[in-house]
């Protein structure tokens, strides 16, 4: 049993992980696009 809540545990992390990894980068995307825009 334990095993078990300690694997849906595991994927949990990387989820959230993984989640906010992709909204990090949309943001720093986002950021590099602004500043471009701004430079012209």
């Known amino acids: 049993m ?3 809540g ?3 545990f ?3 992390l990387a989820i959230v992980a993984g ?3 992709m909204i990090s980068l ?4 986002v950021v590099v696009n ?3 825009s ?3």
């Open 38 to 40: 701004f430079q012209k």
């Open 19 to 21: 989640g906010l990894t």
């Open 10 to 12: 595991g994927w949990l």
């Open 34 to 36: 602004v500043l471009k």
């Open 2 to 4: 334990t095993e078990m």
């Open 6 to 8: 300690d694997m849906n």
């Open 26 to 29: 949309g943001v720093m995307i």
